[in-house]
């Protein structure tokens, strides 16, 4: 593809992301991350030539790997992936915009260690596993909100946004709009959360009709 045919493809989904968000509210604003972990350094250069400007990894070396590469350029990067606690430190270094899965007290009570030790803030978003599905990671339903409060209360280095989650693995419609509508669920419960991060290529339209504000889009948007 050219640029111009990139552009003219990529336009074609922010006017799909256009016309979910007008279903909510005029005022419904979604943010789109470009989850960049299939993709190279050229390729977050080309959308990044048609406005992308938050890109996404899931893996703490590549992150920085490509942001080392890419420096020059005004990107915002997040991480979206499964944090080992080994990893921290590594991921603290690059000063992400957001880390996205937060996804259990232990992990919370380190990370906070780690931000105080460098005299640091993050911002973070609660990963939910609201299917509850043995492959996800992330708080269980039932616990999330109170997870929540207690991260806020005994963790000052930890900024919580909000909540993330990834749809329903399954081919019914019904599944991942109800795995959706459970995580907005809890986002309108958990005090100041301004963040509701859901929806990937496969399902972002029906992500945003049930409330999401932030999309996850990788393969649709680098065209794999
Ligand atoms: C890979 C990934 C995405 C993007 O997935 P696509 O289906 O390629 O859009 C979004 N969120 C997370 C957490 C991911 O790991």
Known sequence: MTQTEYKIYVDDIVRRVEFARLQVSDYHIVKTVAISKYSTSEE????????????????????????????DLPLEWHFVGNLQKNKINN?????????????SLELASELQKKLL????????????????????????????????????????????????????????????????????????ECPDATICSMGMSGDFELAIVCGSNMIRLGSILFNK
């Open 44 to 71: 977050i250069e080309k959308l990044y030539n048609i406005g992308q400007r938050a890109f996404g990894e899931n893996k703490v070396q590549d992150l920085k790997s490509k942001a080392e590469t890419l420096e």
């Open 91 to 103: 991921l603290l270094d690059r000063d992400p915009t957001l880390f996205h899965s937060l996804d």
């Open 117 to 188: 030790a460098k005299n640091m803030t993050l911002d973070c978003l609660m990963q939910i596993n609201s299917a509850k599905e043995d492959s996800k990671h992330g708080f269980m339903p039932e616990v999330a909100l109170d997870a929540y409060i207690q991260i806020s209360k005994e963790c000052p280095n930890i900024n919580l946004r909000g909540v993330m989650s990834i749809g329903a693995h399954s081919d019914n419609k019904e599944k991942v709009k109800q795995s959706f509508l459970t995580t907005h669920a809890i986002y309108k």
